[in-house]
């Protein structure tokens, strides 16, 4: 049985608000086992980025554990946090978020070399995976506002695996993207999982969460359901289609 | 009135900056308005004080005994003066005091009666004791204004005179308002009863000292030159007026009292420029990045039909909002110091200043400053103008960039928070002029501040240094005593390092020039300890003769010319073989072999003694030794009371105390005596009567240079305290809009695993090479401003302390580090989504 790789117990995270505590989690218990690509789904405001955040230590509760591991991550400073971030996660994000005034490999070895030495091996890593997610040598040295949204989203992805993360996070990977930008995008993301990669990716849309293990649903700050994917079968995805869509009609989405 | 609104809305989003922008500008218009305000005050105190006394502009003074009625006349037919006041008066060149409270004090004065006084001025008496207390007073004396503002005498209170050992007590009466003779380089006016003034007729003569004609006169405005006068002068003779000559105006007086104050003003002028320049390049970097960060905003009013110009000015109102507080409060500021600063002023010049504030000057600057930050930040916001709707939506091309990549990170060595920093700083190299400009201007005065506060760190010490004249307690000896063998006793006693036998320093004139020179004279210059050479070389033979910097900058005299020197009656060529500076006389010296100096003086005989002590021997041990030694000299002869001890001693000393006055006032060289008394013969001579009189170096220069020392050294200090104040302002600022410009770029990089403190040093790593640049152009601005400002206040070569210089350095660069990545510091409470999603 594989293990867990994250967990939480009694999450919580609050915001103030005019004075007002908004409760976005609450009591959250939550295991994310390794290899899985878990999907988080919800309506609009039900706290699926929240959730993102406070999971990989981007933000921290206002309650309760988070474990990475058998590592305690919910009380770290904000320096300690960005430590640990650098060593075990990758984010991928749905405005992409890479630095304006670097070049496509600039951004990807800024992300490598808070971790690693410059060394020929790293850079050849980055060019390589770069390579892969259909971005060439001619692209390398091209700015940020010089790429399609498809092909700025591929750099963000190679920026946030460049680290071989424990766990990669995406918010909405393909929340901003045309629909042959957003599947190319799929298939990559499916390619990493299938090299062993742990994935948490939240999203609203059905088919990003097809290419799941797992999809969580979250209504009011909890976990409503918990839907365990079968296995890729001979009918073209079929019956993940339907189990997922099933899921959703009865989470109400 | 929207965009007022608008205005103060966004001065409430920035109350940070705005605190920073008014600390600038309120520094700016408090030392403008200190400057502007105070500028003509000391000036104007001059001529209100010569008007109020009736005072003539102009004084030449000639020993009588030299005197001729052609001199006057000459006034009339070579200048055009006919109003000439003609009358006498006693000089008496440093005179020593001793004040109401026991302290010595050294003036040079110039004595008079009060008929002559009535003679050269109306007599106007200000603070005084009555007419009955001085009615009852036995030795009266008023003293100018000078001794009751700056030196805090007040009426009853005792001076004594001290001449030869002999003490002549004075009761000052009260004040008198004078224009001449008012100052401590050209000497003090007293007025002295009829029988005191001819009491010192007799008391001051020989050397510097004794009766001259004087005649006072309204120089302005008439071809008069003192130059061109004593040539005159000694064209009708043939003798060498110069030599028994003394002068004084008000244009003397005013370069010698307002050089500290106008140096101090010109200095505030100085630091206000450097603050009001930081201001405005805060404040035009600050609007460019504003613009760049509310592009979108400037879009949704433009679309909303606000015209540019409307926008444009609600960042102007902004800015000149935060000035105009910043103003207010140092006009206020002036305000308040301006009755500190007239104290000030007036215990300067000692001459009391009548312009109580200069309410229009004051208000002019908080003016000046209000209109250059308005100017700069129209210009600024005119920016504007280039975004219409569509592209301010786009955030105009802001985040666009199609040029070379600098610094390439896969060829990056090294680490990576550094190299960053690097890059980014190379990417926006342009942001980094205005931050230079700022260092620059404010690191060469910082820089400037610390050499003044180092150099004055040990009071005068640096100031003796640079007088390039040897420390020595000079002991003059009576007429008629071997120089030499004294010399050879007093180099024998304890704590006397070593002793020169040496001539008396005299005023000599120097053909073609109004600046006359004050001697220094060695056999052998190898003997000298505190003279700096520059350039060249010593004198070594009777025809050279070193100069100063000071001379070559007003006379043009250079090594390797030659001068023409001036004694009585004599004119003898010189050839100009060294080059040295020094803080005496205007740094106007000449320094000569002794050779040299008798051809220009034949008839001058060596009467000086210059005893040099050993470490740790202070002039009074020497005195008392000196006193054990030759214990019945004169000065303790005419000291010593004749009321205690037997009859024969009563005797012994009542004659040794006119022995005394006779060998020390009158060049008595031998003097016998025999009393007889009830049968009793007492017998005596003036053959134990060697030393005339002491005098040292210290402590005149202790008296004359303690208190533009001290105030040197905390001005400096205060100056340095106040610009790393506007250092770190000015970079608070540029780090805190770095972080505000970059919220997101920084927000994405926390996101990857940077932590606070990586951010942190990549914002302070960014102005390190602005920083150094500007540091070591600060550096060797600094050297000039330095050399330049000891050249023109006194005559004399500073250089900048190397190491120090150095040291300083490295410290401002360290500062700006440490408050740069201090002020970055807020990264630290933004949370990584906060930043992200901004």
């Known amino acids: 049985m594989a293990s867990s790789v994250l ?238 869509t099933a899921f959703l009609e009865k989470m109400g989405w | 009135m929207n965009i007022l609104r608008l205005s103060l809305f966004k001065l409430k989003s920035h109350k940070k900056e705005a605190a920073a922008i008014v600390f600038l500008t309120m520094i700016t218009a408090l030392m403008l308005a200190v400057f502007m305000a105070n500028i003509s005050k000391a000036n104007k105190a001059y001529y209100d004080s010569f008007a109020q006394a009736g005072s003539k502009d102009t004084c030449v003074m000639i020993f009588k005994d030299k005197y001729r009625d052609e001199y006057k006349n000459l006034l009339e037919t070579e200048f055009g003066i006919t109003d000439i006041t003609e009358t006498e008066a006693v000089n008496a060149d440093s005179l020593d005091y001793i004040n109401n409270s026991g302290e010595e004090r050294t003036y040079t004065s110039v004595f008079v009666n009060e008929k002559a006084e009535r003679k050269i001025e109306d007599f106007v008496k200000a603070d005084k004791l009555s007419d009955e207390e001085i009615e009852k007073l036995e030795h009266p004396i008023w003293l100018p204004m000078f001794f009751s503002i700056s030196e805090g005498y007040e009426p009853g209170d005792t001076l004594t005179a001290c001449k030869n050992g002999r003490e002549y007590p004075f009761t000052i009466a009260g004040f008198y308002k004078t224009g001449l003779y008012n100052d401590s380089g050209y000497g003090y006016k007293m007025v002295i009863s009829d029988n005191d003034y001819e009491l010192f007729k007799l008391v001051f003569s020989g050397g510097y000292d004794g009766e001259c004609a004087a005649l006072f006169f309204d120089s302005e405005g008439t071809a008069y030159t003192d130059e061109a006068y004593i040539e005159k002068c000694e064209s009708i003779s043939g003798e060498g007026v110069n030599a ?293 070389r010593f004198p070594e033979h009777d025809n050279e003769v070193m100069t100063t910097v000071a001379r070559k900058k007003y006379d043009g005299v250079d090594i390797g010319d030659s001068i023409v020197i001036k004694g009585n009656g004599t004119e003898t060529k010189f050839i100009v073989t060294g080059m040295t500076s020094s803080l005496m006389n205007n740094g106007m010296m000449l320094y000569m072999t002794t050779e040299g100096y008798r051809r220009v003086c034949p008839d001058a005989r060596p009467n000086i003694i210059s005893v040099y002590l050993k470490d740790g021997v202070t002039q009074e041990q020497f005195e008392e030794s000196l006193n054990e030694k030759y214990g019945t000299s004169a000065k303790d002869s005419m000291n010593a009371s004749s009321s205690d001890g037997t009859l024969e001693e009563r005797i012994r000393a009542a004659a040794d105390e006119k022995l005394a006055l006779l060998t020390s006032q009158y060049g008595v060289t031998n003097i016998d005596y025999a009393v007889v008394i009830d049968g009793q013969v007492i017998t005596g001579n003036s053959r134990h009567f060697i030393i005339k009189d002491l005098s040292s170096f210290m402590s005149l220069a202790e008296q004359s240079m303690n208190g533009v020392a001290t105030v040197s050294k905390y001005g400096s200090v205060g100056a340095m305290i106040v610009l790393s104040a506007v250092v770190a302002v000015i970079l608070g600022l540029i780090a805190s809009s770095n972080v505000k410009r970059q919220r997101r770029k920084l927000g994405i990089m926390k996101g990857m695993g940077y932590t606070s403190k990586d951010l942190m040093k990549q914002i302070a790593i960014k102005i390190m090479p602005v920083t150094i640049v500007s540091v070591i152009i600060a550096s060797f601005a600094a050297k000039y401003i330095y050399s330049a400002f000891w050249l023109m206040a006194f005559g004399t070569v500073g250089e900048l302390n190397i190491p120090l210089t150095i040291l300083a350095d490295v410290i401002l660069v360290a500062f700006c580090y440490v408050v740069t990545y201090i002020s970055a510091g807020k990264i630290k409470a933004i949370s990584v989504t906060e930043l992200m999603t901004e």
């Open chain 2, 244 to 536: 028994y000559y003394y002068r004084d105006s008000v244009r003397f007086e005013k370069v010698n009292s307002l050089q500290f104050i106008n140096m101090f003003m010109y200095f505030l002028a100085f630091f206000s420029g450097i603050t009001m320049l930081s201001a405005v390049l805060m404040i035009m970097h600050r609007i460019t990045n504003d613009i760049e960060d509310q592009m979108q905003q400037i879009g949704v009013l433009e679309a909303l039909g606000y015209r540019s110009r409307e926008i444009s000015l609600s960042y102007v109102y902004e800015y000149v909002i935060t000035a105009g507080i910043g103003a207010v409060l140092g006009v206020a500021g002036a305000f308040l110091v301006s009755p500190l600063m007239n104290t000030g002023i007036q215990k300067m010049i000692g001459r009391p200043v009548t312009v109580k504030t200069e309410g229009g000057m004051i208000l002019l600057s908080g003016l000046i400053v209000v209109a250059l930050v308005t100017v700069f930040a129209l210009i600024k916001a005119a920016k504007v103008k280039k975004y219409p709707p569509v592209v301010a939506f786009r955030k105009g091309i802001r985040t666009h960039h199609f040029g070379r990549n600098i610094l390439p990170l896969e060829k990056s060595k090294g680490n990576i928070n550094v190299t960053l920093a690097m890059k980014s700083f190379f990417g926006d190299i342009r942001a980094a002029v205005g931050t230079a400009v700022c260092i620059i201007a404010a690191g060469t005065a910082i820089l400037f501040c610390v050499t003044t506060a180092d150099f004055f760190k040990d009071g005068i010490n640096g100031l003796i240094s640079m007088c390039s004249y040897d420390i020595v307690t000079d002991v003059e000896l009576l007429n008629g005593i071997d120089p030499y063998s004294v010399s050879e006793e007093i180099a024998e006693m304890p704590g006397v390092r070593k002793t020169l036998v040496k001539y008396q320093p005299k005023y000599l004139s120097v053909n073609d020039s109004q600046w006359p020179g004050y001697t220094v004279v060695y056999d052998d210059y190898n003997d000298a300890e505190n003279i700096n050479l520059i350039d060249g």
């Open chain 1, 7 to 244: 967990r939480t117990e009694k999450l919580c995270k609050s915001f103030s608000n005019g004075g007002t505590q908004q409760h976005v989690i609450k009591n959250l218990n939550l295991d994310i086992t390794e290899g899985d690509l878990t999907v988080i789904m919800g309506s609009s405001g039900s706290g699926k980025s929240t959730l993102l955040y406070a999971l990989s230590g981007m933000d921290k509760p206002t309650l309760g554990k988070v474990y990475f591991g058998d590592t305690q991550i919910h009380d770290y400073s904000n320096d300690q946090l960005a430590q640990f971030r650098r060593g075990n996660c990758g984010f991928v994000f749905q405005s992409v978020y890479l630095l304006d005034d670097q070049t496509v490999l600039d951004n990807v070895l800024t992300g490598a070399l808070i971790v690693q030495k410059n060394t020929p091996k790293l850079v050849n890593k980055a060019k390589e995976l770069l390579k892969k997610v259909g971005l060439h040598e001619e692209d390398w040295k091209k700015y940020p506002n010089q790429l399609s949204g498809g092909e700025a989203q591929r750099v963000g992805i190679v920026r946030a695996i460049i680290n071989d993360p424990k766990i990669l996070f995406a918010d909405e990977p393909t929340g901003a993207l045309n629909s042959a930008s957003s599947r190319d995008v799929l298939d990559i993301f499916t390619e990493i999982h299938k090299n062993g990669q742990s994935i948490v990716m939240v999203t609203h849309d059905l088919k990003t969460a097809l290419r799941g293990t797992r999809v969580l649903y979250l209504r009011d700050g909890g976990v409503v359901g918990d839907y365990r994917m079968p296995p890729y079968g001979d009918d073209d995805g079929q019956e993940r289609r339907a189990g997922l």
